[in-house]
């Protein structure tokens, strides 16, 4: 198994900036590739961005590009999130998924709040 653990959410306003950070524990030698998604009050969770675990190739939603940069440190075990820019559409639930097909692993969440 794989565990995850968030941190760096907060409250900020809006156009500030927060930095999420993930670490992973456990059986870290599986991960395929790890990712940022949020889920904010009646809303389904949405990917935000992921990051490939070998090559480092990464990818965004279209609501992330341009704002968010997805980063990792594979002898840390570490995926991390800069969010610059941020908008009040940006609150959520912020939770980290580590892939190790045909498992997928999540955090318990971190808050981020933008205010207006």
């Known amino acids: 198994q794989v565990q995850l653990e968030e941190s760096g959410g907060g409250l900020v306003q809006a156009g500030g900036s927060l930095r999420l950070s993930c670490v992973a524990s456990?059986?870290?030698?599986?991960?395929?590739?790890m990712g940022w998604f949020r889920q904010a009050p009646g809303k389904e969770r949405e990917v935000v961005a992921g990051?490939?675990?070998?090559?480092?190739?990464?990818n965004y939603a279209d609501s992330a590009k341009g704002r968010f940069t997805i980063s990792k440190d594979n002898a840390q075990n570490t995926v991390a999130l800069q969010m610059d820019s941020l908008k009040p559409e940006d609150t959520a639930v912020y939770y980290c998924?580590?892939?190790?097909?045909?498992?997928?692993?999540w955090g318990q969440g971190t808050q981020v709040t933008v205010s207006s």
């Open positions: 990051i490939d675990w070998k090559n480092g190739r990464t």
């Open positions: 998924q580590a892939r190790t097909p045909p498992r997928n692993y």
């Open positions: 456990g059986r870290t030698f599986n991960i395929y590739s």
